[in-house]
């Protein structure tokens, strides 16, 4: 076996070895054959034949020759040495292009018709035939008639010659065909000999000129001269490169072109190189819109106080000036402590009477109706389990209580962060690429994917803060399954450590190849909110999330997501993009226009977040009382949509938006009675037994009180998978409720977690949260799970990360956007030092208060509220709380059993069911402390 110059065997070079030499053995002995053709020797043509035969190849060569001749004429002469020709070009490297091209074969046969058709066309076949009876009509023939006689054949061009004129060419006349096959003759010359014709005149036009130039210099001179022209030509080249360079256009590649044409069939654009892992210096627009005004029109009527309008972004304040003003005391007399005392207001203390009305109109408030947690000096509400005879007087109402909604608490003058607290952009970051590196990888690329005989060409080049996207675009006919097959040969060309191949790139016709940067850069926080897009975005509720490949800041919408997923493997960014979508909503909405309810069970990662006003409950921790705080969020959604009933709108857009000065509603159509049997049975006149009817009224919920306006709630819950360790059915039912109906009322959920499984991201939540966030994660797996496709795993951790934008299946690759710790804490130290937190105290009452309901609506009978205290009694003195454990002491029925127990969860003193294990019991009962560890005013439970 032959082998090259580096000692490894070359087994296509030995196959084409053996091809050339048979092809020139056939064309040897099919010359051999023709040239000692003797009509005696064929039996057809002579009876008897010669024998011995006359042909030097004997018997075989004669026919062999014969039924060439019989076929092509006297073109069948040509085809030895088209099989030499081809010999050579399998044996010989400078004639390789006839073994890599198919249609140069192609080209040989239309050479082989062109010959026939021409000898045919002038050959007459009459004389032929008549030479074969009469010798002197052979006298009189001309040369072609005496060939076609001695070879044998009708006419000098054979039958296939005599077929061509007779149902092709012949219809143009002898002159029109002569033409025809001339041209086509010549045309497979020229790619038979790989003659390039325009190169060629060219060249000769050029000696033609430099002969012009040079005529009557000597030989010194003439080389001094060619020397200048070389030199003038260069640097005009060098100007052009320059000038391209500086309109952003990448400069011209040298070497084999690639395709003119890609594959969408269109002509291939000029290559752009751009380099936006640097950040970019912008100077600040003159005018721009007011965050806060983009959020929230302000809503001015009726002479309203100037403390209720939608708050402004004072870009001058800072901290410092912020806690000045909170201790300075006030200089704008009464309108002040007004505003304050609003501020204090809790939300469920909101009467049918009270609204944001001017402060004439407002009633005074009841000492006992303060905030505790806004004033100090007013004692808190006592944790312990309030005693049976408190709830009498609420039985004593006959009244049900009026729906109120979560509000939040309004500041007056409260100023949105500054961009001061955020750090700069380091500017002094220089690009760790230059853009002819950049081109020299591109043409790497290209170069790599040419062995493997992919035409390709170099399109758009831009570098991101981590990863640098090629643009190649594929020649018509590529199959891009093919370019995706060479990942580890690119990756091991351009000595990457992994790179990902997009095929196509969406919305494109061309092929990205993602390379990471040597040097990665940071997305800082302040740069996105520097940006025109989030200035100037119409998103209800944005969030900047960071920086996709081409530099484009991503500013979703977490109104139209409406809830978010974010997964990946521990140390990959959730938490930092948690963090920075809290930060951009911070920057956007005051406490009155958006809250939030954040569940922490891995308690370190949110508390910097419970000073804050916006928070609804402070930050939940324990994962056994996060059912009850995703139960409340149901309970709120349930009652904005009784709200939405009565005003007769669909959506928190349009009951925001709604005209103030509405016309009455029509009064209510009287309620209908209805009755029912077999309900009650008392004893008749004659002392038996007998069924009564019972009236029913259905309940009209006419008792609401309708909010000027409502504010947003997200839920945001930092690790999935520790609550679902807890109460998997529960949890997961309580998510997908909020889920499939929180969006019109304006509550939105984002989930994260670092355990993407199908145990934990289960396939009724990924079917209710359509946008998410995948961060890097181990297996392909995982990516699946995360997002129904692959590319998390080629992910590169710290920031690096794929969105898929809701209702759409096209994923963007982003760079997070960062944000640190002192960053957090300047932010909520700012917005605390102008405000409190005002907790909800519904929910802070169920989490802190084991005795009180979640549905203070439904009130027990007094039967079942003496079996709830015997049950409680019965699990204070067992410790444990179980069904089977009340079926035994109560003498109960499981049925009666389990429903208790049910209530009992449902009022927060048991846990959900953990299977056969009892119970965990959540409060206090003995006094020594919640669990039996902690005590009722632990974190978590009572407001900080």
């Known amino acids: 076996m032959a082998r090259n110059d580096q000692g490894e065997p070359a087994p296509n070079r030995g196959f084409n070895d053996i091809i050339g030499i048979a092809l020139l ?34 018997p075989a060569g004669a026919y062999v020759a ?25 044996l010989w490297d400078f004639m390789a292009y006839l073994r890599r091209k198919w249609y140069t074969w192609a080209a040989a046969g239309v050479v082989l018709l062109c010959c026939t058709g021409l000898l045919n066309l002038y050959t007459d076949g009459e004389t032929v035939r008549q030479m074969a009876t009469h010798r002197y009509a052979y006298d009189q023939a001309g040369f072609l008639e005496k060939i076609a006689f001695n070879i044998g054949a009708d006419t000098a061009g054979g039958l296939l010659g005599l077929w061509l004129n007779q149902y092709a060419f012949g219809h143009f006349g002898r002159a029109g065909a002569t033409i025809i096959y001339c041209t086509l003759y010549c045309i497979s010359l020229y790619f038979l000999t790989n003659f390039e014709l325009g190169n060629w005149v060219r060249e000769w036009l050029q000696k033609r000129r430099e002969a012009d130039l040079f005529a009557g210099l000597s030989e010194p001179e003439k080389e001094l001269k060619r020397k200048a022209m070389e030199l003038e030509r260069r640097a005009r080249e060098l100007e052009e490169e320059v000038e391209r360079t500086a309109k952003g256009k990448a400069p011209a590649a040298h070497g084999k072109a690639g395709p003119e044409l890609g594959a969408d069939l269109q002509p291939v654009p000029e290559p752009t190189v751009r380099d936006l892992s640097v950040p970019q210096i912008k100077t600040a627009p003159k005018k721009t819109k007011e965050p806060a005004e983009a959020a929230a029109p302000a ?52 009467t049918p009477e009270e609204s944001w009305e001017p402060v004439e109109n407002t009633p005074a408030k009841a000492p006992d109706q303060e905030n505790p947690f806004a004033a100090p000096a007013t004692p808190a509400p006592a944790p312990a389990v309030a005693p049976a005879p408190a709830a009498k007087p609420k039985a004593a109402v006959r009244k049900p209580k009026p729906i109120t909604v979560a509000e939040g608490p309004h500041i007056g003058n409260y100023r949105l962060p500054s961009l001061d607290l955020l750090q700069l952009p380091d500017l002094s970051v220089k690009p760790s690429e230059t853009k002819e590196e950049l081109m020299a990888n591109a043409q790497l690329m290209k170069n790599t994917l040419a062995q493997f005989d992919i035409e390709v060409a170099i399109g758009d080049i831009t570098k991101g803060p981590t990863i640098t996207r090629y643009e190649l675009h594929p020649a018509p006919g590529v199959k891009l399954e093919k370019i995706t097959a060479l990942t580890n040969n690119i990756a091991a060309a351009l000595k990457a450590e992994r790179i990902h191949i997009l095929a196509p790139v969406p919305g494109k016709s061309s092929v990205g190849v993602e390379v990471p940067n040597t040097v990665k850069t940071k997305v800082t926080m302040r740069e996105l909110l520097e940006s025109e897009e989030w200035l100037n975005t119409k998103a209800r509720i944005p969030l900047a999330l960071g920086k996709d490949v081409y530099g484009h800041p991503i500013i979703a919408d977490l109104a139209d997501m409406p809830h978010l997923l974010i997964a990946g493997s521990t140390g990959s960014g959730k938490s930092v993009c948690i963090n920075a979508i809290v930060a951009s909503l911070l920057y956007r909405f005051s406490p009155d226009q958006l809250r939030f309810v954040m569940i922490d069970p891995k308690v370190v990662e949110l508390q910097h977040y419970n000073a804050l006003p916006h928070l609804v409950v402070p930050v939940v921790n324990d994962p056994k009382k996060v059912i009850l ?17 009565k005003v007769g709108v669909r959506n928190i857009k349009s009951f925001n938006e709604r005209p103030r000065h509405k016309p009455p509603p029509p009064p209510p159509e009287p309620e209908l009675p209805l009755t029912t049997r077999k309900e009650k049975i008392e004893a008749g006149a004659d002392g038996f037994a007998v069924e009564v009817d019972e009236q029913i009224v259905v309940p009209r919920e006419d008792d609401i009180v309708i909010p000027d306006k409502l504010s947003y709630i997200v839920v945001i819950i930092d690790e999935l998978a520790d609550l679902m360790l807890v109460a998997p059915a529960d949890v997961e039912m309580a998510i997908a409720r909020i889920t499939q109906m929180a969006r019109a009322a304006g509550i939105h ?5 670092q355990r993407p499984s199908v145990d934990v991201i289960t396939g009724v939540i990924k079917a209710n949260i359509p946008a998410r966030i995948a961060f890097q994660v181990a297996a392909k797996v995982d990516s699946r799970t995360i997002l129904d496709a692959m590319g998390a795993d080629k992910l590169l951790g710290k920031g690096d990360m794929l969105y898929l934008p809701p209702g759409s299946a096209k994923l963007i690759r982003a760079q997070g956007a960062l944000i640190t710790d002192q960053e957090i804490q300047s932010i909520v130290d700012f917005i605390s030092a102008q405000g409190k937190p005002s907790y909800d105290l519904e929910i802070t009452q169920q989490l802190s208060k084991p005795a009180s309901s979640m549905d203070e609506e439904e009130e027990a009978s007094d039967e079942d509220e003496e079996l709830i205290q015997q049950c409680i009694e019965v699990i204070r003195s067992e410790q444990k709380a179980s069904v089977s454990l009340l079926q035994r002491r109560l003498k109960l029925g499981y049925g009666r059993a389990a429903r208790l127990m049910d209530e009992l969860e449902r009022r927060g003193i048991v846990g959900p069911s953990k299977g056969a294990e009892p119970r965990d019991i959540l409060i206090d ?20």
């Open 66 to 90: 014969w039924g060439t001749f019989l076929i092509m004429g006297g073109a069948a002469y040509i085809l030895p040495m088209l099989l030499m020709f081809f010999g050579l070009g399998y």
């Open 749 to 753: 959920c984002i989930v994260a977690t």
């Open 629 to 645: 705080a995703l139960r409340w969020v149901i309970h709120e959604m349930e009652k904005r949509y009784k709200i939405f009933a």
């Open 299 to 350: 809503a001015k009527e009726e002479g309203e106080a100037e403390t209720a309008a939608a708050p402004k972004v004072v870009p001058a304040a800072s901290t410092a000036d912020i806690l000045g003003k909170a201790a300075a005391p006030s200089a704008k007399g009464k309108a002040e402590p007004a505003a304050v005392a609003k501020t204090a207001a809790p939300a469920d203390k909101v």
């Open 925 to 944: 009962l003995d006094g020594t402390g919640m669990d039996g560890a902690k005590s009722a005013g632990g974190p978590g439970l009572t407001p900080a």
């Open 25 to 58: 053995a056939a064309a040897l002995l099919l010359m051999a054959a023709q040239w000692s053709f003797d009509r005696g020797d064929v039996r057809y043509l002579r009876v008897p034949p010669h024998d011995p035969a006359h042909n030097w190849i004997g």
